[in-house]
């Protein structure tokens, strides 16, 4: 399985942006999928997940702002990313196949900027 993510940019505090991820192979209906990201100088950290009855959890950092989503025909997971504040500036990954709670597939990733 391979992840292609795409979507990252840089926008202005305040902007939105919506990243994609997709997927090869035949099971992406099968895998729970996951949006992380690692800022300059922090570690890497979930952002939010979709498992494969499509319900979201997003991390209570960016409840309200974030939002995931997936479609299944299309093979792809979706980050929809608003109200965008500086911290938020970071290389955004996909990731898929979710077995004992680590994630199997890693995407390559996205660098998204946020200015003030």
């Known amino acids: 399985v391979q992840l292609q993510a795409s979507g990252g940019g840089s926008v202005q505090a305040g902007g939105s942006l919506r990243l994609s991820c997709a997927a090869s192979?035949?099971?992406?209906?099968?895998?729970?999928m996951a949006w992380f990201r690692q800022g300059p100088g922090k570690e890497r950290e979930l952002v939010a997940e979709i498992d494969t009855a499509g319900t979201p959890h997003v991390e209570e950092s960016v409840k309200g702002r974030f939002a995931i989503s997936r479609d299944n025909a299309k093979k792809t997971v979706y980050l929809q990313m608003n109200t965008l504040k500086p911290e938020d500036t970071a290389v955004y990954y996909c990731?898929?196949?979710?077995?004992?709670?680590?994630?199997?597939?890693w995407g390559q990733g996205t660098q998204v900027t946020v200015s003030s």
């Open positions: 192979g035949r099971s992406f209906r099968y895998y729970s």
């Open positions: 990731a898929g196949q979710k077995v004992y709670n680590q994630y199997s597939y």
